[in-house]
């Protein structure tokens, strides 16, 4: 069975660049993929495959703060375990024999709004 990672308490989100929003730079998107590790902390940020990299002339300051509130992220690491069959009495029963933490990677995405607010959403 599997037990994906689940975020501890609240996730820290982005704060708008102050010079993109004074240049009225618009709405925004950044989509990132992280790799959580065995001891739930972000261990690696890069671009989301999926997703077209945005490269507007404020994509260094949007990106640089989507990963600050990522880093701070904290996680309850994802769970593999692992169940073996016995018998009882003839009949197969299963068990769960060990438990292991494991890495995973997950995307988010943050939408930056021209008023400043950020929304995340994690896929």
């Known amino acids: ?8 308490g609240t996730l820290a989100l982005p704060v708008y660049p102050a010079e993109a929003l ?3 730079a618009g709405r925004t998107k950044i989509v990132l993929q992280i790799t ?3 001891d739930g902390r972000v261990t690696q940020i890069t671009d989301a495959l999926a997703s077209v ?14 990963e600050a509130a990522v880093a701070q992220w904290r996680f309850e690491p994802a769970e593999r ?3 073996d069959p016995y018998d009882v009495n003839g009949t197969k029963v299963w068990e769960i024999t060990r ?12 939408t930056f709004t021209e008023s400043g607010k ?3 959403s994690r896929q």
């Open 1 to 8: 069975m599997y037990f994906p990672a689940h975020p501890l």
């Open 22 to 24: 004074a240049a009225h």
């Open 36 to 38: 959580v590790g065995t």
């Open 53 to 66: 990299p945005f490269l507007g002339p404020f994509s260094p300051q949007f990106r640089a703060a989507a």
């Open 81 to 83: 375990q692992h169940l």
């Open 99 to 110: 438990s292991e933490k494991v890495e995973t990677v997950t995307q988010v995405a943050f």
């Open 118 to 120: 950020v929304e995340s």
